[in-house]
């Protein structure tokens, strides 16, 4: 090679801590753009708190609404960020080939997916601070230690992203989004988010306590409410969904 | 001269359920840039799409830069550019927002700037994608698969559905590709881009490649070639024949309008020439049609449509 012309190559893949970080701003930042997915993680969330807090609309039993409800809330935030958002998000870039194109670029996939999840966390982390900010200013005062709640929330983060990512990988775009959506709005009432679950009959209330977003919600309120230590059983729920979830995905997920 | 060629493709098999997409096909691809013509259907895009790993062949091998496109993927992803048919980009996003992003999955991209400049991409501005003109997300497209310095890119239907300035600088961007050393491999049913652009065509139908060469040897090869006069209306053809080589043919299609076909060389131009001038004919518009690509593709696929 005699001249260096502005095309000559020069191939080369960039350090992959660079491209996962690259990766995981691309896709918060279309997260946060997309006024849809606004509406779900932080809209409805935030509604939902103040409303209920405020309105004596659903019996929250003894003590303060809010601090039956910031839990429950949080809870909801996670589901809507891993769960629904990123099921929704991942189910139209495979309909439009993002992923398809993206698997062809240095970027391996497990970095796509580690961009994805650091994605999603940075989401959780802004929600989980406005919802914050916003029960204490409702008079929320949380107990318990941090650490159980941060189990908590990892764990829900990945039960519900096996579940996303599998609804996303196997169905199309379409089919997700109503699903998705339907999935949101049937777990929002049935899961222990505003509702208490002792509102349902004893039979109900042993199958829906077995679901990721009642484990995921019952155990931040035994904590965050009740002062409870680390939640075992709920964290044993909420790993069996990650497992499940996150297997199948990987098992089941088509990329195009 | 690289020793190996750039893409090897050997009796690919690639069947989806019952239908067999590719059937058996063997393509070689050296350096310069090399286009697949083919009717809709032919096998372009799986030919192409297993070449960038995205489907493992059923039966053959395909060899990229010397590898394999599946299982040495890590190896040969930052080397090769990547321009699908259509999407690929989040449809959020904005045009220099997703070259920017591709750019930085490479150690050594191209100026973004100067690209977006090149390609007439300025203009899209915080327009998202989904936004953007099918022209605009094509060139774009394109962009992404140049950004990363590769030496081989494939370029599926680049120019499809183009406006002919948008069509005239995607070509000026393969034939600079081209010039600096980046190998294209190119897939279209433009017959015109094919013999703009190629060092090399390999035409395809029915999943398997029925000729491969330069456009000059593919427009050279086997097909007989015409010429045309016009003259006094009712000349005698059948003289002419007789003055003519055993297979040529000669006819007078409308009154005054001559046609001869056979193989047009010098010499047969010459015996034309002169049997006019024998005749007292002043043959007006002579011409010599020599067969375009499309003529040969016609030949080779035939002229029915295809699904």
New interface residues.
């Given amino acids: 090679m005699t001249t260096t012309g502005t095309y000559t190559p020069k191939p080369g893949a960039a350090p992959v801590a660079r491209m996962i970080a690259a990766q995981a701003a691309l896709e918060t930042r279309m997260l946060l753009r997309n006024g849809e997915q606004l509406l779900l993680t932080v809209v409805i969330p935030t509604l939902l708190l103040v409303l209920f807090s405020s309105v004596d609309v659903v019996d929250t039993g003894d003590g303060e609404a809010v601090d039956f409800l910031a839990p429950g809330i949080l809870a909801l935030a996670v589901m809507s960020t891993a769960f629904t958002g990123q099921a929704i998000a991942t189910g139209f870039e495979r309909r439009y080939g993002v992923l398809k194109r993206l698997a062809s670029s240095p970027l391996p996939r497990w970095g796509l997916m580690t961009a994805k999840t650091v994605s999603v966390l940075v989401t959780e982390v802004l929600q989980v601070i406005l919802l914050t900010v916003i029960a204490f200013a409702l008079g929320w005062s949380p107990h318990g230690g941090p650490f159980a709640v941060l189990l908590l929330l990892v764990l829900g983060t990945a039960a519900f992203s096996g579940l996303g990512l599998l609804m996303a990988g196997t169905l199309k775009a379409e089919a997700t989004l109503a699903a998705a959506n339907l999935v949101f709005l049937l777990l929002l009432v049935g899961g222990g988010v505003v509702v208490p679950l002792e509102k349902f009959p004893d039979a109900a209330q042993s199958v829906l306590g077995l679901l990721p977003i009642a484990a995921l919600s019952e155990g931040l309120r035994d904590v965050l409410r009740d002062g409870a230590g680390v939640p075992w059983p709920q964290l044993g729920v909420l790993a069996v969904w990650a497992v499940l979830g996150l297997g199948a995905a990987a098992r089941f997920f088509r990329w195009e | 001269m690289r020793s190996e060629p750039v893409v090897q493709v050997a009796a690919l098999v690639k069947r989806y359920g019952t239908k067999t997409a590719v059937d058996g096909l063997d393509l070689v691809a050296g350096e310069g840039v090399t286009a697949v013509l083919g009717p809709n259907g032919a096998g372009k895009t799986t030919t192409i799409e297993t070449c ?3 489907r493992r062949p059923d039966a053959g091998t395909v060899r990229v830069l010397g590898l394999d496109p599946v299982r040495d993927s ?1 190896a040969l ?4 550019g ?1 321009m ?1 048919q ?8 904005r045009a220099d ?1 997703m070259l920017r ?2 750019a ?5 991209p ?1 100026d973004v700037d ?1 690209l977006i400049e090149r390609l007439g991409l300025g203009g899209c501005g915080r327009t998202s994608y989904r936004r953007l003109s099918g022209g605009q997300q094509q060139r774009l497209a394109l962009a ?1 698969a ?1 950004v ?4 081989l890119v494939f370029l599926d239907e680049p120019t499809a559905g183009l406006d002919p300035q948008a069509r005239r600088a995607t070509w000026d961007l393969v034939r ?2 081209r ?4 190998s294209v491999v190119l897939t279209t049913h433009y017959m015109d881009e094919a013999e703009q652009l190629a060092d090399d065509v390999a035409i395809i139908d029915a999943g398997r490649v029925v000729a491969q060469g330069s456009p000059e040897e593919l427009c050279r090869g086997g097909a007989e070639n015409t010429l045309r006069f016009t003259g006094r209306p009712g000349l005698d053809v059948g003289a002419l024949l007789k003055a003519l080589p055993a297979d040529c043919t000669a006819a007078e299609l409308t009154p005054g309008a001559y046609r001869v076909t056979g193989k047009i060389d010098p010499q047969l131009l010459a015996t034309v020439t002169s049997w006019c001038a024998q005749h007292g004919v002043m043959p007006d518009r002579i011409s010599v049609e020599r067969h375009t690509l499309e003529d040969v593709f016609l030949e080779l696929t035939g002229k029915e449509l295809r699904s």
Wanted: aromatic fraction near 4%.
């Fill in positions: 960038e790993g995205y890590a992803r930052p080397r090769v990547v699908l259509s999407g690929g980009v989040y449809s959020g996003a927002e992003h591709v930085r999955l490479h150690a050594h191209l100067a992404m140049v990363g310095r590769p030496e600079d590709l010039a600096d050393g980046v």
